[in-house]
Nanobody
């Protein structure tokens, strides 16, 4: 079992930055591929970014590439999502997720989910 708790969401103006964190407990998160997804009101949950167990491989959705950076600190069992140049369309609930083996963008492949943290970007 892996428990995930997100933090760092909030309200920010367009062009601003936020850093989300996801703290993992239970089975060591160092053995899991970790990812961020987001869900805006009335829309399906979508893939944002993922990072391999060692942090050596990362993957981003085209919509956030160049603006968001995912990282992990396995000593702290925590992953991060640095979000820069935020846009109103980035507003959503952001979820942390974990899975075994490799990076995938399909949310159905992720076994564990956090409760989410709200990010609101004002124009």
């Amino acid at each position: 079992q892996v428990q995930l708790v997100e933090s760092g969401g909030g309200l920010v103006q367009a062009g601003g930055s936020l850093r989300l964190a996801c703290a993992a407990s239970g089975r060591t998160a160092g053995g899991d591929t970790m990812a961020w997804f987001r869900q805006a009101p009335g829309k399906e949950r979508e893939f944002v970014s993922a990072i391999s167990t060692t942090g050596g491989t990362t993957y981003y959705a085209d919509t956030v590439k160049g603006r968001f950076t995912i990282s992990r600190d396995n000593a702290k069992n925590t992953i991060y999502l640095q979000m820069n140049s935020l846009k109103p369309e980035d507003s959503a609930v952001y979820y942390c997720a974990a899975k075994l083996l490799g990076i995938e963008v399909n949310l159905a492949r992720y076994y564990y989910w956090g409760q989410g943290t709200q990010v609101t970007v004002s124009s």
